[in-house]
């Protein structure tokens, strides 16, 4: 040391800042965005596709990173979040005649997933992969049996991505959802529009049990199976009450006619089908089993059965007029 110089100090070492939880999500539809919306109140950056510029305004007002995308015809190298993701959320539906548009794209996918940050992905499955098992109960180590075209595909689609997902070492999820109802998408609103039912609504009049979860139960399954790592789990994401859905109509019009009866200008006959006697569809009776969600994941339901869920819906009514 030079007489008279006092020895400069090392400099505290920096700390690396932590990576910045950033979903992507393939599909910012209703899951999608209502996933979005709750993340990126909690901090995530969180980026995703749709299918029109219009969409895509409406995201990016949310504060998203949006593109607009299909996968039957766009490639992966434009999507430049997707590579800074931590996080995947696929919500994009196999297509007839030619199944998961992504998994099409094989090597340009396992390129990019490959070469990112990516920790967690979760495929949004259905419960149609069981097929038509008697009204038997269903768990995730049930026979899988799928009938229709779309429910073969979706089962195809499930194994490619936990293919993937092997391949990479990555943490994978398969949630098999049922049907999907929240704010903007239930027999309240449907009731609310006065809007026909569809023909392939009509045609899951005769069934005897229909799985169902609420928006808000998914995201909650999304968020607790984020904290397991390295796992590769299909779980079934449905409630409780597998009811028929004539029963839920006839609530939701019960709770309508007690607090918004001018809502309801004409009845909606959910239990005709209206369609020729010629027409039939594919069996499909189960009762779907959430133990696995419940005791695996931990997760205690929001909306056990469909009156809590409709009677929140209708509260957030009353609370947005």
């Not at 008279?4 to 505290?12: N, Q, V, Y």
């Not at 984020?226 to 709770?255: G, H, Q, T």
């Amino acid at each position: 040391m030079i007489p008279g110089i006092a020895p400069k100090l090392a400099a505290p070492p920096v700390a690396s800042a932590p990576q910045p939880r950033h979903m992507f999500v393939f599909g910012a539809g209703f899951v999608g965005r209502y996933v979005s919306e709750r993340l990126l109140a909690q901090g995530w950056q969180v980026s995703g596709t749709c299918t029109s510029a219009t969409k895509k305004r409406e995201l990016e007002m949310l504060g998203m990173t949006a593109s607009v995308f299909d996968a039957t015809e766009s490639n992966l190298e434009n999507i430049h979040s997707l590579q800074q993701a931590t996080h995947l959320l696929i919500s994009i539906p196999p297509i007839p005649g030619i199944g998961d548009p992504l998994l099409n794209l094989n090597e340009d996918l396992r390129r990019t997933l490959s070469h990112g940050n990516l920790e967690w992905l979760c495929y949004l499955s259905s419960t149609s992969v069981y097929g038509d098992c008697g009204g038997a109960l269903v768990d995730e180590d049930h026979t899988v049996n799928p009938k229709s075209e779309s429910a073969k595909l979706r089962f195809k689609a499930e194994k490619g991505w936990l293919d993937l997902m092997d391949d990479l070492n990555l943490s994978a999820f398969i949630f098999r959802l049922g049907g999907i109802y929240g704010p903007g998408r239930s027999a309240l609103d449907t009731l609310a529009k006065s809007k026909s039912l569809s023909q392939r609504q009509k045609l899951r009049e005769s069934k005897q049990y229909t799985a169902r979860i609420h928006v808000a139960d998914i995201y909650q399954a999304i968020l607790a199976s984020m904290s397991i790592r390295c796992a590769r789990k299909i779980l079934n994401v449905v409630d409780d009450d597998p009811a028929p859905r004539a029963e839920v109509f006839a609530f939701a019009r019960s709770l309508m006619q007690r607090r918004y009866p001018d809502l309801i200008t004409k009845t909606i006959d959910v239990k005709s089908t209206g369609l020729d006697y010629k027409e039939s569809i594919i069996p499909a009776e189960k009762q779907v089993s959430n133990a696995r969600l419940k005791q695996g994941l931990g997760v205690k339901l929001l909306h056990p059965t469909y009156r809590s869920g409709l009677q929140s819906i209708l509260d957030s009514w009353q609370l947005e007029s």
